[in-house]
């Protein structure tokens, strides 16, 4: 059974299965495989769904977890924690249009946007699993 408590790790196995799709739906389009890039990018947008639900729902039982560490590693984490959650409000928005324009085939607008959609997405992502283990790992 999950409990709150365990939201954190479960978060951070999201954020990092997300890249992993993020990547590996990148490979897919670089081969051509329209098919498996579409249901690849498609699991990417459902396990960050996943994770958007269980981080609200952590964090509405929580509240915001405070970084300790008063030594060189502080200044570093809260760079990458400012970064990674300006970015993270525009991944949303970002997705569904990008989702939205494939889904209409409309692929010159898809690529053009999911040119700026993959890194920030890929990003935040990653900078999601860095911070869980800065701020419980740690």
Not at 20 to 35: H, N, Q, T, W, Y
Not at 99 to 111: N, P, V
């Amino acid at each position: 059974m999950i409990t709150v408590t365990d939201l954190p790790a479960v978060n951070a196995t999201l954020n990092a299965t997300a890249a992993i799709l993020l990547v590996v739906g990148l490979l897919l389009i670089r081969r051509k495989r329209m098919e498996a890039h579409k249901r690849v990018m498609v699991a990417a947008l459902g396990v960050s769904v996943v994770f958007l639900a269980s981080y609200l729902v952590y964090h509405y039982n929580v509240g915001s977890v405070r970084f300790t560490r008063q030594d060189w590693t502080r200044p570093l984490y809260f760079a990458i924690l400012i970064s990674h959650t300006v970015l993270a409000a525009s991944v949303p928005f970002l997705a569904i249009v990008t989702l939205r324009r494939a889904w209409k085939g409309d692929f010159a607008k898809h690529r053009r946007i999911a040119k700026v959609t993959l890194p920030i997405w890929l990003y935040v992502s990653v900078t999601g699993v860095i911070v869980y283990w800065m701020l419980y790992r740690m």
